[in-house]
């Protein structure tokens, strides 16, 4: 069965640093991936996503991911860390004919 | 455009009660999931339609919990009796052709409380 793995629960930065979370995906044929942020009482929003095409996709916020399928990585990335990017994050996948998998989500914290 | 669309956005019941979540996808979307989110268990998907259909409902918890979607603009998930191990925040999602590349959207949430 496919599955998810975001590396980390938790990620602390201070603000302008490089903001790097993990996300692995098991499977044989590289799934549509996404990644989804979370803020406090709120629903998950669409940060971006990968389908097919470049690898390097650029979402909102200045976030960007990059598809590795020698490595089945999806990481989320963002050049540097803003006090508003404190959130969860949610990396998730599918492929033809099954549902959306989504990781157990990384808590990013920004500190001035 | 209308995102999804949820309610209530809270709700607070005693034990034993019965508890009905509403949802209104987004127009044209044809598939359709619930989610329960808990600090304990995390993001868990409960069921999801496609064409108004249950596909899987092999995450609704116990038959306590049911859901409908008896036309493609409204399903509602039903949970009774309620139990305090139920209080969660209970997601609604919709997606144009669930299982290809197009994302799911979702709505703000309803946070419920059993006592």
């Known amino acids: 069965a496919q599955s998810v793995t975001q590396l980390g629960s938790h990620v602390s930065v201070s603000e302008g640093a490089l903001v790097l979370l993990r996300c692995n995906y098991s499977?044989?044929?590289?799934?549509?991936l996404f990644w989804y942020v979370q803020y406090p009482n709120q629903g998950l929003q669409l940060l971006l996503k990968?389908?097919?095409?470049?690898?390097l996709v650029k979402g909102i916020n200045g976030f960007e991911a990059e598809f590795k399928k020698s490595e089945t990585s999806f990481h989320l990335t963002k050049p540097s860390a803003h006090m508003s990017d404190a959130a969860e994050y949610f990396c998730?996948?599918?492929?033809?004919?099954?549902?959306?998998?989504f990781g157990k989500g990384t808590t990013l914290s920004v500190s001035s | 455009d209308a995102g999804v669309i949820q309610s209530p956005r809270h709700e607070v019941t005693e034990m034993g009660q019965e508890v009905t979540l509403r949802c209104k996808p987004i127009?044209?979307?044809?598939?359709l999931f619930w989610y329960r989110q808990t600090m304990m268990r995390g993001l868990e998907l409960l069921i999801y339609?496609?064409?108004?259909?249950?596909?899987?409902d092999s995450g609704m918890p116990e038959d306590r919990f049911s859901a409908k979607m008896p036309n493609a603009s409204f399903s509602t998930l039903k949970i009774q009796p309620s139990e305090p191990r139920d209080s969660a925040v209970y997601f609604c999602?919709?997606?144009?052709?669930?299982?290809?590349?197009?994302?799911?959207?979702f709505g703000d949430g309803t946070r419920l409380s059993i006592l």
């Open positions: 999602a919709s997606s144009l052709n669930q299982g290809s590349n197009q994302p799911q959207h």
């Open positions: 499977s044989s044929v590289p799934p549509y």
């Open positions: 990968y389908t097919t095409g470049a690898t």
């Open positions: 998730a996948a599918n492929q033809a004919g099954t549902a959306l998998i």
């Open positions: 127009s044209g979307h044809n598939s």
């Open positions: 339609f496609n064409n108004n259909v249950p596909i899987d």
